[in-house]
């Protein structure tokens, strides 16, 4: 049973850094893109390792409880793609929305999971990232 599988009797608790170990096994992250959806559509394309680091270390403060089905009624949702140097289509998308709920699919399994965020996760932060592009990585400190 891997990480991301559901017992029907028990509520399933896990983190954003185990289910991205659970799906990206040993391979290495080459590139992000992280996309606003539902307000300014930005995009922000991310291939410096240094920086990839940073912006994955605020999704690693995520607490996640596994749900049935996504629960999109949001205002805004960003996403992250993330890509390895082997593979140049997506490995897997995640979507966090504003009101504390993640989607996550795996493309090369093609099948997807929801999520509730469980602790007091930073999205605005997120959102910062994408509106200042650049700009906010020089203030993260990497984790």
Do not use: W
């Not at 606003?36 to 291939?47: A, H, R, S, T, Y």
């Not at 795996?106 to 932060?125: L, P």
Request: aromatic share 8%.
């Amino acid at each position: 049973m891997t990480l991301l599988d559901v017992n029907q009797n028990k509520i399933v608790n896990t983190s954003f850094n185990e289910v991205i170990t659970d799906i990206m096994q040993e391979r290495e992250i080459t590139s992000i893109v992280l996309s606003e959806i539902g307000g300014e559509n930005l995009d922000m394309l991310v291939d410096d390792k240094e920086e990839i680091d940073k912006i994955l270390g605020l999704y690693s403060k995520m607490k996640l409880r596994k749900i049935e089905g996504p629960k999109f009624r949001d205002k805004v949702v960003v996403q992250l793609d993330i890509r390895t140097e082997s593979e140049v289509d997506v490995i897997f998308s995640l979507r966090v929305t504003d009101n504390g709920y993640v989607d996550v699919y795996e493309y090369v399994k093609n099948e997807g999971h929801a999520y509730q965020i469980t602790n007091d996760f930073d999205f605005e932060s997120l959102y910062q990232l994408l509106q200042q592009q650049g700009e906010f990585l020089a203030k993260i400190e990497t984790p």
